[in-house]
């Protein structure tokens, strides 16, 4: 199967600081990977999307700016979120696809943040 | 604009059938995903429908229609482990197949 992992799975850090996240796809090369927000008792949101090589396509309402998307290799996406907030406390997703005409995503899992 | 419409909530008592409904419209459709999601955790891969019809996986199934913007989820022999959030989610067409989730039935299954 495919493997994604996530680091770290849980941080706390302090109002204005920045924290970075890591995506890892460990046993193929994921052309492509998203990054989700979900929120407690909601659904998976889609923040971005990331190509390696490329820069990454922001949903609507997304920050650029403060959602910072590196896509260096195919095995790696990191998520930087910039002079974090407490409403920026969220469980952060990321999902990895393999290229061609694969389909399936293949979650990480997951890294809850606490902005306090 | 992307709508994807489930129930909030389902009970369903250990050993029956449930099917989750989802309903979408959406511009660009390519296909189907139904994941499972355990609270905390990362979601779950169970399917993914691109044509009209019934697929059968075990104790579960899914059954699209295109036509009608519309699928469920048919888990069968409900287990306690079966309590749940399930998502659906649709793949719109487009270079990176962008994946748009609904907003999830919790489901609850009790003795």
């Known amino acids: 199967g495919a493997v994604v992992s996530q680091h770290p799975s849980w941080v706390i850090c302090k109002s204005g600081t920045s924290v970075k996240i890591e995506c890892r796809s460990l046993?193929?090369?994921?052309?492509?990977m998203f990054w989700y927000r979900q929120f407690p008792k909601q659904s998976l949101m889609l923040m971005a999307t990331?190509?390696?090589?490329?820069?990454?396509?922001?949903e609507q309402g997304v920050e650029k700016d403060k959602f910072l998307i590196n896509h260096a290799s195919l095995t790696l996406s990191t998520l930087t979120v910039t002079s974090a907030h407490p409403e920026d406390s969220s469980f952060y997703i990321c999902?990895?696809?393999?290229?061609?005409?694969?389909?399936?995503?293949?979650f990480g899992p997951g890294t809850r943040l606490t902005v306090t | 604009g992307q709508n994807i419409d489930q129930p909030t909530e389902m009970t369903a008592t250990e050993g029956a059938i449930v099917q989750i409904n989802c309903t979408y419209q959406?511009?660009?459709?390519?296909?189907l995903f139904w994941y499972q999601q355990h609270a905390g955790e990362a979601p779950t891969f169970l399917s993914y429908?691109?044509?009209?019809g019934l697929e059968e996986k075990g104790r579960f199934s899914s059954f699209l229609s295109r036509s009608k913007g519309y699928s469920y989820l048919l888990l069968k022999e409900l287990q306690m482990k079966d309590s749940a959030s399930y998502l659906c989610?649709?793949?719109?067409?487009?270079?990176?197949?962008?994946?748009?989730f609904g907003t999830g039935t919790k489901l609850q299954v009790i003795p």
């Open positions: 999902s990895a696809r393999r290229g061609g005409n694969s389909y399936e995503q293949y």
């Open positions: 046993d193929f090369q994921a052309t492509t």
């Open positions: 990331s190509n390696e090589g490329s820069k990454a396509t922001y």
């Open positions: 959406t511009s660009g459709f390519n296909g």
């Open positions: 429908n691109v044509l009209d």
């Open positions: 989610a649709v793949t719109l067409s487009g270079g990176y197949q962008k994946v748009t």
